[in-house]
């Protein structure tokens, strides 16, 4: 086999922030970011989402169209690591719109939504949609608690019911508009495929690692689930990766401007989801780290902070301060399941939710649930984040179970492969990640994995140990298995080239078959209902 291009991964020499070390240039993410909104808004026109579209054709071509290409650019030694990247972007949005496309959502019918109910019930995800596009930005003048879903900050729910007014303002029907809402969500998981890359590449992971992580975020099975869910995750996973990519651009450029993206991310994410709010503990070290080490410029950061402070808390916390001072709402309200609900998993002990075993829950390779044929709902958190991270909350007895059980098992290996990343990159040296970014993304890591265990306890259901809820650990995992065997190369004598070789190809291995399997899955999923 011939080599890859010798104009693979060819990189600028590392001097500045600007002038940092990149595969992908800035310039190339915009007309990315215009190319998806591009194609969301002409999938807005031309798909009708009242019916379930069988997209198997489209996505197959598509993917074929890729695969050539990148046979191509082999062949005519143009198969650079920037065009590997910008294929493995483009397989991502294709599955995601494959999904979207057989996902229905519309007045009556909701395929695998959270919280939504009908439309025109006048409570729910779907009862809040419709508020605002009833009464355009005027706010509920009731407690937001008496409706499920109200209590949350209106910025998703008042951009959906926007887009819908747009779209039915130029004629279409009002079922097809609330399809379209996927389109929105669609266009925010694309997003999120951006900034990881930005991410990535201002820790300066580039060439073979980038394509690892990035391939990992591309065909992951929760990214493309959050495309087609119309709640508001999938707005707040794009603010908390942006605030999360934000804080990275300032620690290593301390602007104003750059801290103002900061703030800006951090209060439009909390307007649209309080969760948003876990990602400031990490940042708020970084500043301490900065305050601490920058002696000299005190007076400057600590000014900055102060424009923080005051960008991001009024707009993070206006909805919750109105709610508070008119109906006495507690900041930090989640609307809580009963205990006589079926879903109600409290009586089990904590010993038996987080480390019994004994009544093999691996049996079922999808989430246990009773109204999906389950004898029990999963109880033991870390067993539903395995099986939610691939599935969801749902059943897919049309994939091949054979399928599904080796992609669950294929998970697995891949968690344990970025714990011991994780692991071997903080106690060994790497020229992309220094002390302090690895005490800031291992602490965002660890902070939500703790927080959703907590979050278990405090509200003990099924559906509470869902992985929607800490989808940014998917991103900071990925990072650390694409930068594992360059890491082991760094910190391994030449000798040992068996050691290099074996982790090397291991890690490609693993990823590949996962991403293999998670796009089968995903393609098969809407070829029969």
């Known amino acids: 086999m011939s080599k890859i291009s010798t104009n693979l991964g060819k990189t600028k020499p590392q001097n500045t922030f600007v002038k940092r070390e990149t595969d992908f240039e800035p310039g190339l993410v915009k007309k990315c970011l215009a190319a998806f909104a591009i194609l969301c808004v002409l999938c807005t026109m031309i798909f009708d989402k009242t019916q379930a579209y069988n997209g198997t054709p489209l996505v197959i071509t598509a993917m074929l169209v890729l695969i050539g290409t990148a046979v191509y650019l082999k062949i005519n030694d143009k198969l650079t690591w920037q065009n590997v990247i910008l294929l493995i972007l483009a397989a991502g949005f294709v599955l995601r719109l494959n999904y979207c496309l057989y996902t229905v959502v519309s007045a009556t019918i909701r395929h695998r939504q959270h919280d939504i109910f009908d439309f025109g019930s006048g409570t729910g995800h779907s009862g809040y949609i419709e508020f605002f596009y009833e009464n355009g930005f005027k706010l509920p003048d009731f407690n937001p608690t008496s409706k499920a879903q109200f209590y949350h900050p209106p910025l998703h729910h008042f951009l ?13 029907s009002y079922d097809r508009a609330i399809g379209s809402i996927q389109f929105l969500t669609l266009f ?7 900034i990881s890359e930005r991410i990535l590449d201002l820790l300066n992971i580039i060439k073979k690692p980038k394509a690892i992580a ?5 065909f992951h099975p929760s990214s ?11 707005l707040a996973f794009l603010f908390m990766m942006l605030a999360f990519y934000a804080a990275i651009r300032w620690y290593k450029d301390p602007t104003t401007k750059n ?7 951090i209060g439009a994410g909390m307007s649209t989801k309080l969760s948003v709010v876990l990602v400031a503990p990490p940042i708020a070290l970084l500043f301490l780290i900065k305050l601490i080490k920058e002696k000299k410029k005190m007076a400057e950061n600590i000014r900055q902070y102060c424009i923080f402070g005051c960008v991001c808390l009024p707009l993070g916390l ?8 008119k109906f006495e709402v507690p900041f930090n309200y989640v609307m809580k399941l009963s205990e006589t609900s079926d879903q109600y998993v409290g009586f089990h002990t904590a010993y038996e939710r987080l480390f019994d075993m004994s009544y093999h829950p691996f049996e079922n390779t999808f989430l246990n649930r009773v109204h999906t044929g389950a004898e029990y709902f999963e109880y033991n958190p870390f067993v539903s984040l395995i099986k939610t991270s691939l599935f969801g909350e749902y059943k897919y007895e049309n994939v091949p179970g054979g399928v599904c059980r080796l992609l669950l098992i294929v998970n697995i ?3 344990a492969l970025s714990i011991v990343a994780m692991v071997y990159c903080c106690i060994t ?7 302090d970014m690895k005490i800031y993304i291992v602490s965002y890591h660890l902070l939500l994995f703790i927080n959703f265990i907590v979050f278990s306890f405090q509200y003990p259901h099924n559906c509470s140990m869902d992985f929607r809820y800490i989808l940014p650990t998917m991103i900071t995992g990925a990072l650390f298995v694409g930068l594992f065997p360059q890491q082991i190369k760094e910190n391994t004598k030449k000798k040992d080239t068996a050691v290099v070789n074996a982790v090397n190809y291991g890690t490609i291995a693993l990823v590949s078959v996962f991403c293999l399997l998670s796009a089968i899955v995903y393609v098969y999923l809407g070829t029969k209902k």
């Not at 925010?188 to 951006?194: A, K, Q, R, T």
């Not at 801290?259 to 991310?265: G, K, R, V």
């Open 429 to 435: 040296k790497s020229k992309c990640l220094d002390r």
């Open 413 to 415: 290996l891949l968690i």
């Open 214 to 218: 990035l391939a990992i975020i591309a």
């Open 259 to 265: 801290i103002l993206l900061i703030a800006l991310s």
């Open 160 to 172: 959906a019911a926007l887009w819908m007014r747009i779209l039915t303002t130029f004629g279409a």
């Open 318 to 325: 206006w909805y919750s301060i109105r709610n508070f001072i």
């Open 224 to 234: 493309i689930l959050i495309a087609g869910s119309i709640n508001n995750d999938g």
């Open 188 to 194: 925010y998981s694309c997003c999120v495929m951006l």
